[in-house]
């Protein structure tokens, strides 16, 4: 009785630990999913966007940042006009966290202040002016809320 408990306890402890090898090293059975509705973006920097002397004064803060980008005037653009009221209703529904964010629209950019297109899209960066996440046009604004608060509750910066 007393080798059975003695290898029930060891394999109690030892079969985790050998799955978790075989999963982490042989790639079997590893989730794919994940939590942010984003894309995640990395080792991107916002003033990477612009020539030095060009960044817009108003991305030179230190706070979050909920940008919308779009190359052509975001009048002109249905869905510009309509993600640029959805930034606002994000912004409010921060509720006590909406201090720490800014909301940029970065529209009809001419060719001579960037030294990168960044396109048409949606754009979350740090108080640090780290691009962290990056969203299409036709992305939920829930999702968009979702990852921001979790990225302030996460943060102590900004």
Known sequence: MN?????LVW???????VSAIVMYYGGFAVPEGRVNHGELVVGQQLNGWFASSKTPETLTTEHWQLILTSPTTCQSAKSCTEWRDRLEKIHIALGKDSDRVVVNVLDDLTASDQTVSPGQAIWIADP???LVLRYEYEQSPRGVLDDLR???KLSKVG
């Open 3 to 7: 080798k059975r408990i003695f290898w």
């Open 11 to 17: 394999g109690v402890g030892l079969i985790p630990m």
């Open 128 to 130: 640090l002016g780290n």
């Open 150 to 152: 979790k990225l302030l």
